[in-house]
């Protein structure tokens, strides 16, 4: 679907032939900040700007703006797919390492940091994994040794090229799931019980004692009620309060960051609240899968500017909100949007009755939204040197 019709005017993506974006100032033609990549805005406060990749996309030879714009615009990318347990070891026992270490060297000779996901999650998993559990062919014995031989095989193929891992993933429920009350859910809780998250992260550590390792969920964004039983976020507080305290590795705690533009959003207080009582418990925080849907109406998708411009101003604010409460907090490492283009976005696919899409910072052109746009003024004007402190204004006499 193209809706091209609620673009800024003017609005271009600046493919500079370095990667890191700007050209070198002088005295007499200094850098204009909003002329830099996000990832070179995001450097100057110590914080990585990421992106998920979509190999083919990478690979794509008819379609060079997109690996030139993973280059330039980000400091860190995310295997959207690559490196998911269905996509490694499709077969049992044979291993796809070729996708996976693609995006490891392009990271390399890019000089970006790697986020790697995921290493235990209920969703695609192999055929042969699920199958052979279902019909009794692999006991919950060997289910266990199976999970601790693929985390310590796929940590240890990437050691020392890792920055942050997602080990656990969406391990809690919703409370619109049936039970309500929030549970640990999924294949790996249902089988082998929620002791499987510390020796995930045991076992994570033992393959690689430097990386960082995450806890990685949806909907925790900010505190709700602060009853576990219906507030996820406190849900997970709890649980990585406990784990802390048992003496399992866990460095950080991911809010991936899927908004809607439809609900009622969170304030940018909301959020930094939350990342700041999460790092009380010693633990690094990091946005890691963020965009911001809209539900693609009939007037939306018939080019109606008055449906299509709240849409675009709502996704530019709760983008910003999220970056704007990582910038606050310096345990927040780093902020990853979850694909950068609607050309290669998963929302249109995933959520269809009601339509969605819309999400990313860019349309199928490659041409920036006004999220684009906000993020990199958060990123310029959250200190020195474009904000320094006022001059005051003498009385003229």
Partial sequence: ??????????????????????????????????????????????????????????????????????????????AENA??????????????????????????RNNQKLRGHVLVWHNQLPAWLTDGVNDGSISTDELRDLLRKHITTVVKRYQGKIWQWDVVNEAVS??????????????WAQHLGPGYIADAFR?????????????????????GSGDPANDKTQFVYDMVRQLRRDGVPVDGVGS???LGTQYGNYSTLQVAAAL????????????????????????????DSNEINPRLQASAANYSALL????????????????????????PGWFSDPPEGMATIM???????????????????????????????????
């Fill in 1 to 78: 679907m193209q809706l091209k019709r609620w673009l800024v005017a003017g609005a271009v993506v600046i493919m500079a032939a370095a990667v890191a974006g700007a050209a070198p100032a002088t005295a007499s033609h200094p850098v204009d900040p909003a002329q830099q990549s996000l990832r070179t805005l995001g450097l100057r406060h110590n914080l990585y700007l990421g992106t998920a990749v979509d190999l083919a996309a990478l690979n794509d030879s008819a379609d060079p703006q997109y690996r030139a714009t993973v280059a330039k615009e980000f400091s860190s990318v995310t």
């Fill in 276 to 303: 700041k009582k999460f790092a009380g418990l010693g633990v690094a925080t990091a946005f890691t899968e963020v965009d911001v849907r809209s539900q693609l109406t009939e007037g939306v998708q018939a080019g």
């Fill in 256 to 258: 991936q960051g899927h």
């Fill in 324 to 347: 704007q409460a990582c910038l606050a907090d310096r345990h927040c490492l780093s902020y990853t949007v979850w694909g950068f283009t609607d050309k290669h976005s998963w929302v």
């Fill in 174 to 187: 919703d409370p619109w799931d049936n039970p309500p009350t929030l549970h640990y859910k999924g294949f």
């Fill in 363 to 397: 349309d199928e052109n490659y041409q920036p939204k006004r999220a684009y746009f906000e993020l990199k003024a958060d990123l310029i004007y959250s200190g020195p040197p474009y904000v320094l402190p006022r001059i005051p204004q003498r009385p003229r006499r």
């Fill in 203 to 223: 076992w994570a550590r033992a393959a690689d004692p430097k990386a960082l390792l995450f806890y990685n969920d949806y909907n925790i964004e900010a505190f």
């Fill in 83 to 108: 490196m998911k347990w269905a996509e490694l070891e499709p077969t049992r026992g044979t291993y796809n390492w070729g996708p996976a270490d693609e995006l490891v060297a392009f990271a390399k």
